[in-house]
């Protein structure tokens, strides 16, 4: 089985990443999964400054998913240049670092340190949905010059072979004019998706549980909505690799996923209450691909655009394997 994956530039071993915020800094997944196995890990966002986040409650269980508004907590970059990259390279894990900020300006710092580190990184990620201090705290994704502006910012500052990608938020009326617009800015490939906008009440004191009173619902409940926004934008813009990320706990999920699309998928919520699903999943995977006769995963990138009257590989049921 041919698990061997591209995005731009960058070869991967697999498709499968751990997304953003999903396995701590890496040393907490860590003796859970050996990174080097995986296609990349995706680390937390990195900001400028160090932050504490937002006081708890940050997190709360909701039907089929959970609601998070962590407020991006982290060392800033210079102490993840100092600690975290280090540790990673040292655990020969591919790291694909997402970087935040809250201006075009704070996101090109933190990509100009991160390029000038002499460990190399395998790509950027950037997460336009951090809120703009420019712009009344809206959302740079909810704008496709504004995430544009973010992606052409960091773009500008990365070494040419490093894969710059562009993690857009599901919360616009039209996700593939914003996409449209990361890759005219110089993105290699696109992140779909964030997390979706909710809210949870508690039913005795019947005001919002987060302090944040809204957070990112991730989890299975957001799964057919990443699943759509894979689909459009493959479909609009084929060319361009695509991560996957949103509510795949299984195998099978992840192979939806490059059905419709993507080219690697990350894994998040699910680890929350299995640390070591990652390798689980990559099994699946494989045995997913192999039931179908899909001997590499690059052909199955896309299977559900195919046109009318194509005929799928023979699916086997792992009965029918054994017999």
Same mark, same amino acid.
């Given at each position: 089985m041919n698990l061997i994956t591209q995005i731009g530039q960058l070869t991967l071993p697999n498709p499968l990443l751990i997304a953003s915020g999903c396995g701590g800094s890496g040393r907490e997944i860590a003796p859970f999964v050996d990174l080097s196995r995986l296609g990349a890990f995706v680390t937390p966002s990195v900001m400028l400054q160090p932050r504490a986040g937002r006081p708890t409650p940050r997190l709360v269980e909701t039907p089929s998913g959970m609601l998070t508004a962590l407020g991006l907590p982290g060392p800033g970059v210079e102490g993840f240049l100092e600690r975290d990259l280090p540790w990673l390279a040292g655990q020969e894990a591919r790291t694909v670092v997402s970087v935040g900020g809250n201006s075009v300006a704070e996101f090109g710092e933190i990509a100009r340190q991160i390029d000038a580190s002499p460990i190399p990184v395998a790509a950027v990620e950037v997460n336009v949905a951090c809120p703009n201090a420019e712009d009344r705290g809206r959302m740079f994704a909810w704008s496709p010059s504004a995430s544009a502006e973010v992606v052409r910012a960091v773009r500008t500052v990365t070494r040419r072979e490093t894969p710059v990608l562009a993690k857009l938020s599901p919360d616009v009326t039209d996700i593939v004019t914003i996409a449209l /617009?990361? &890759?005219? /800015?110089? &993105?290699?490939? #696109? %992140?779909? #998706?964030?997390?979706?906008a909710g809210l949870a009440v508690d039913p005795v004191t019947l005001r919002p549980v987060l302090t944040g009173v809204s957070g990112g619902l991730s989890g299975p409940a957001l799964k057919p909505v990443a699943l759509r926004c894979v689909y459009q934008v493959h %479909? &609009?813009?084929p060319g361009l690799p695509i991560i996957g990320c949103g509510g795949a706990a299984t195998g099978r999920d992840v192979l939806?996923? #490059?059905? /419709?699309g993507a080219s690697a998928v990350a894994v998040g919520t699910t680890l929350m209450h299995d640390p070591s699903a990652a390798l689980r999943i990559l099994r699946e995977l494989e045995d997913a691909l192999t039931a179908r006769s899909i001997n590499r995963v690059r052909d199955a990138v896309g299977l559900a655009h195919r046109p009318a009257g194509y005929v799928p590989p023979q699916f086997k049921t792992p009965v029918e394997e054994k017999l």
């Open positions: /617009a990361c &890759a005219d /800015a110089g &993105a290699t490939g #696109i %992140s779909l #998706i964030n997390t979706m %479909s &609009a813009l939806e996923f #490059i059905a /419709a």
